[in-house]
């Protein structure tokens, strides 16, 4: 398959007049798609019923007779004003009970049913316009379910929704709730459905299985959204549905909506990620704050080709700086390119910029396109155009499946955030840290959905941090024959956030470990492993009869032998109770690797590679060349080797 390039572009921003030559413009610089329409609802409708469709018409026609391919979004992510007089109830409520109202995007709540037909509505009438024009050869759905926090509402209609999501979950048993919740606690007991209210606007912390219930449901609300518009979709159009999901965003299942739709893509802001998202070091944030955190990106990639079930794309890359960051500087050159390429290294299909002009008005003023304002040219078209030039030449990325994988678990996200224990504990930072690890000694890695069961092919899987496992996964990692990291929080509660009497974890046969006590504590404060590293912020007591590979260090004037037992390991399977700092999970990652025959190398700081059937590519994210044993790579430099 040939890699595309591809843009967003707001034809209803820009006089019909430059319609032409942008879209000119854009077959010459080489890209392939267009996104349009994700925002255009009160063009298309400007009162209720009135619908405008030529503009749009003339637009796709404009884009297709350049030879353009259009992929057209659904426009739910921003109703427009009158529908707000006409469902004045729709908003999302903030936890606060604040209502979350028009004047900007994604102003509604996911469970108004008012609005949930509307939202079809219009999908069917785009649908039947357009399912079958030839120039449209994608869909999006709405646009980035999650943004700005806006999957979790506590509006009436949400309230209503769970109370029945809880009757059908629950076969109507209120006792069996009971139970299950343990309301016994602080008599919270129920006497129906209807008592259920949302768990905000309470005294103090509200019952951990009351919250993830409601994490759950409002996941499920996102689906059944999405679905609604697929379905619809389905029947008029033949062209692939995707949606553009963000960069660590976990507030809905993202394989469940992915398992709708044929491709999975995400927005990708490097630089926009970084301070906040990629939970880098303030040394880093420094290092790499014109390049963007070296795995922050990899790692999404590697998310949306299994929520995608192998077809992904990068529907947004940023393209200079942005305007939502704290602190918004223009990518470093060549890093735009890199990014691309990244993304194809991955398996990307298509690499789509956003914006295509940058707008003179409105909130994202201050956010870079590849053209200005002014209509000149960018920086980031420079570099698009040579990946086009390069992508002419070039032979294709042939993805393969890699030899290391992690399994990722947006409920076990859920369940960490309910009730984290101690600050900066999260599942998804957890994720994110061994990734790292394994990134730096040189590995290519798959992420793998919860539902997996056949890991054949894999030489090492790591299920960190997954607090709810059904018992035929963990036979199933039991017997898959590959080096098996678990823990912390493996296994660590039921399927209602209860934690099991038996010892913890629920024994996996013949591993000889228990958790006897767990304490979370300052990230200040490390505590040393013999060998170099530390066990930070988070540490099981573990009673165990199986080998010990890591421990902390002898106290003071204590015996030989005695600090804690971090990490202990019984055939392939190895339990690690602690949070390791970088050090301590290098370590462990070399011991687990060279158990399971991986070669492994330590690449230098900001250099990572990815592996494909054929070759391997290696990306320098450093502002300054490194010397690898390919060679030396120049700054924000993309290398591909034959292997
Ligand atoms: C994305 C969004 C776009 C645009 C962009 C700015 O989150 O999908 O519409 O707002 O950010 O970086």
Redesign the pocket.
Known sequence: MKRTLGTCYYPEHWPKEIWHEDAIRMAEAGLTWVRIGEFSWSKLEPAPGELCWDWLDQAIECLGSRGLKVVLGTPTATPPRWMTERHPDMFARDENGHVRGFGSRRHYCFSHQGFFAESQRITRLMAERYGANPHVAAWQTD??YG?HDTVVSYSDAARDAFQNWLRQAFSGDIDALNLAWGNVFWSMEYGNFAEIGLPNLTVTEPNPAHVLAFKRFSSDQVVAFNRAQVDILKEYSAAPVAH?Y?GRVTDFDHFKVGADLEIASW?S?PL?FLEDRAGATVAEQQKFSRQGDPDFQALHHDLYRAVGQGRWWVM?QQPGP?N?APYNPSPLPGMVRLWTWEAFAHGAEAVCY?RWRQAPFAQ?QL?AGLLRPDSEDAPAIVEARQVAEELREAQDVQPVQAEVAIMFDYDADWAWSTQPHGAGLSYFGLILDYYKALRRAGLSIDILPPDTRDFSGYRMVLVPGMMHLPDDLKAALADCGAEVLLGPRTAARDQHFNMPTTPLPPAFPNFDVTVARLESFRPDLPRPLVGGGAAIRYQEELESGAEVVLRTEVAAGAEAGTGAKVAVRSGRLTYCGSWLDAEGMDRLIAMLAEAAGLGLRMLPEGVRTRRTATEEFWFNHCAEPVETEVGVIPAAGVIRRPV
């Open positions: 646009n980035e943004c553009n963000m927005d802001y926009g947004e942005v939502w956003f994202e956010h």
